[in-house]
């Protein structure tokens, strides 16, 4: 049994930090590849064809039922030649993009079916409907819930840390490891999250009232 | 391809134990967060606010930390701290029950919000205790309610018991990982193990579905048997782990 070191508290910050910065890169850009693939999911998915739609329908099933550390793990074994980082990212995008497409889904059913027919009406290309009337729209009301998904993503990007991502929880079981200082670096990684996210939380919420949610 | 399966087949009972280690811990696990959302919730809704701030504030730490540095706590850092060592098996139902008990709590709070105002005002006016008027009036109409949210949160509970592997208990990814060691065979050893984790949530949704229309039927609302099959983790799941 021994007492809380705060000198390792001073120690192991810096380290932390510069994990954080792969954290907060990973979720940037996990978040984009969500947001963006999502989307064409949405749009893949109200295609005319069940040929499109059926198989899209049950990947994302797949997808979504089945955790993400195995995904993360799984890809790192399979595509052993690319860099973690980029795995980790193309995952953690592709595994939210399941959750994001259905948030665009409510988003694009939520525009009035008026101004589909008022497309038809001026004879617009389906291409132009989607880019000028729809997706305008859509996107809008589906913001916060985006933020929302961004929010749980970076918490669960510690589980880049198994496929030797060095993110912030990796040094901090790095720093743990190599001091016997388990409690401090964890404490102060978990303080870090909490710090980081509540805050993005409470703006999102902001935002989901100001939109009428 | 068959070398992968025949080693599966000749390690049936160590893959056997796997599974039942992730099926408790998820069952477990389950249990405890279902018993912190409604004493969370409950205290949520609260006259006294005192009992809402510590309901707010555990609420907030639970979901702000990540469910992966709690579990790791629970792990290194609670032995260092205190000299006290759960089992892996138990920080795993700890963490996840405590952080999914977190995001239940919003559930419970929000469904026992939506029951329509007259029903509190009709228990009151029949002179009902409060304690009579949750047990009777408000959470039958709020159960039904919280269901389908419980379950999107039920498959995130099972989706996070692979981290039970990080922390050495022998989990069903423990067992098929070490199966792939042996035979080489990625590719198929995570599409196994990947599909084994699909029909556990399948199975999942499933209990919960038969669960919804007992309550349902409970009070009086009957919905046809197609409804057993559908699947739940389709709802934009703003239990995710996000911010509501």
Same mark, same amino acid.
């Given at each position: 049994?021994?007492?809380?070191?705060?000198?390792?508290?001073?120690?192991?910050?810096?380290?932390?930090?510069?994990?954080?910065?792969?954290?907060?890169?990973?979720?940037?850009?996990?978040?984009?590849?969500?947001?963006?693939?999502?989307?064409?999911?949405?749009?893949?998915?109200?295609?005319?064809?069940?040929?499109?739609?059926?198989?899209?329908?049950?990947?994302?099933?797949?997808?979504?039922?089945?955790?993400?550390?195995?995904?993360?793990?799984?890809?790192?074994?399979?595509?052993?030649?690319?860099?973690?980082?980029?795995?980790?990212?193309?995952?953690?995008?592709?595994?939210?993009?399941?959750? !994001?497409?259905?948030?665009?889904?409510?988003?694009?059913?939520?525009?009035?079916?008026?101004?589909?027919?008022?497309?038809?009406?001026?004879?617009?290309?389906?291409?132009?409907?989607?880019?000028?009337?729809?997706?305008?729209?859509?996107?809008?009301?589906?913001?916060?819930?985006?933020?929302?998904?961004?929010?749980?993503?970076?918490?669960?990007?510690?589980?880049?840390?198994?496929?030797?991502?060095?993110?912030?929880?990796?040094?901090?079981?790095?720093?743990?490891?190599?001091?016997?200082?388990?409690?401090?670096?964890?404490?102060?990684?978990?303080?870090?999250?909490?710090?980081?996210?509540?805050?993005?939380?409470?703006?999102?919420?902001?935002?989901?009232?100001?939109?009428?949610? | 391809?068959?070398?992968?399966?025949?080693? +599966?087949?000749?390690?049936?009972?160590?893959?056997?134990?796997?599974?039942?280690?992730?099926?408790?811990?998820?069952?477990?696990?389950?249990?405890?967060?279902?018993?912190?959302?409604?004493?969370?919730?409950?205290?949520?809704?609260?006259? +006294?606010?005192?009992?809402?701030?510590?309901?707010?504030?555990?609420?907030?730490?639970?979901?702000?930390?990540? +469910?992966?540095?709690?579990?790791?706590?629970?792990?290194?850092?609670?032995?260092?701290?205190?000299?006290?060592?759960?089992?892996?098996?138990?920080?795993?139902?700890?963490?996840?029950?405590?952080?999914?008990?977190?995001?239940?709590?919003?559930?419970?709070?929000?469904?026992?919000?939506?029951?329509?105002?007259?029903?509190?005002?009709?228990?009151?006016?029949?002179?009902?205790?409060?304690?009579?008027?949750?047990?009777?009036?408000?959470?039958?109409?709020?159960?039904?309610?919280?269901?389908?949210?419980?379950?999107?949160?039920?498959?995130?509970?099972?989706?996070?018991?692979?981290?039970?592997?990080?922390?050495?208990?022998?989990?069903?990814?423990?067992?098929?990982?070490?199966?792939?060691?042996?035979?080489?065979?990625?590719? !198929?050893?995570?599409?196994?193990?990947?599909?084994?984790?699909?029909?556990?949530?399948?199975?999942?949704?499933?209990?919960?579905?038969?669960?919804?229309?007992?309550?349902?039927?409970?009070?009086?609302?009957?919905?046809?048997?197609?409804?057993?099959?559908?699947?739940?983790?389709?709802?934009?799941?703003?239990?995710?782990?996000?911010?509501?």
């Amino acid at each position: 049994m021994n007492t809380f070191d705060w000198d390792a508290v001073g120690d192991a910050f810096p380290l932390l930090l510069e994990g954080f910065r792969v954290t907060l890169l990973a979720t940037v850009l996990g978040t984009l590849v969500a947001a963006v693939l999502g989307l064409a999911i949405a749009v893949a998915g109200r295609a005319p064809s069940r040929f499109v739609t059926v198989p899209v329908k049950a990947v994302m099933e797949f997808i979504r039922s089945t955790p993400l550390l195995v995904q993360l793990v799984g890809a790192a074994a399979v595509f052993s030649s690319v860099e973690p980082l980029t795995i980790g990212i193309a995952v953690l995008g592709i595994h939210y993009a399941t959750y !994001t497409s259905e948030v665009y889904r409510a988003g694009i059913d939520g525009v009035p079916k008026g101004q589909w027919e008022a497309c038809r009406a001026l004879s617009m290309s389906p291409r132009r409907t989607w880019q000028a009337v729809i997706l305008p729209q859509a996107v809008r009301n589906v913001l916060p819930a985006l933020g929302n998904y961004a929010v749980s993503m970076f918490k669960e990007t510690p589980f880049l840390a198994v496929i030797t991502v060095q993110e912030m929880v990796f040094e901090a079981r790095k720093y743990g490891a190599d001091h016997f200082a388990y409690t401090e670096a964890f404490t102060l990684a978990g303080l870090v999250f909490l710090v980081a996210s509540y805050p993005t939380s409470l703006l999102m919420r902001k935002l989901e009232k100001r939109l009428g949610h | 391809m068959s070398d992968f399966f025949s080693t +599966l087949l000749d390690e049936f009972p160590q893959v056997r134990s796997g599974l039942w280690v992730t099926v408790e811990a998820t069952v477990l696990g389950s249990l405890l967060a279902l018993l912190l959302s409604f004493a969370l919730g409950l205290a949520a809704g609260s006259r +006294l606010l005192l009992v809402r701030g510590v309901s707010r504030t555990v609420v907030e730490f639970f979901r702000g930390t990540s +469910l992966y540095i709690q579990l790791f706590w629970l792990y290194y850092a609670m032995p260092q701290l205190t000299g006290y060592e759960l089992t892996p098996m138990l920080c795993g139902v700890v963490a996840f029950g405590l952080n999914y008990g977190a995001y239940g709590s919003e559930i419970v709070r929000g469904a026992i919000n939506s029951v329509p105002r007259a029903q509190y005002e009709a228990a009151v006016a029949l002179n009902m205790t409060p304690f009579h008027r949750m047990r009777k009036v408000i959470l039958p109409q709020a159960w039904v309610q919280m269901i389908p949210s419980f379950t999107n949160l039920l498959i995130q509970l099972l989706k996070c018991t692979p981290l039970l592997w990080l922390i050495s208990a022998a989990d069903l990814m423990t067992v098929i990982q070490q199966i792939r060691d042996r035979t080489g065979e990625s590719l !198929t050893a995570y599409l196994t193990l990947l599909a084994a984790y699909f029909v556990l949530a399948y199975a999942l949704t499933l209990l919960m579905n038969m669960l919804e229309r007992t309550a349902k039927r409970r009070l009086g609302l009957h919905t046809g048997a197609g409804s057993l099959l559908r699947t739940r983790s389709a709802e934009p799941a703003t239990t995710a782990g996000g911010a509501r």
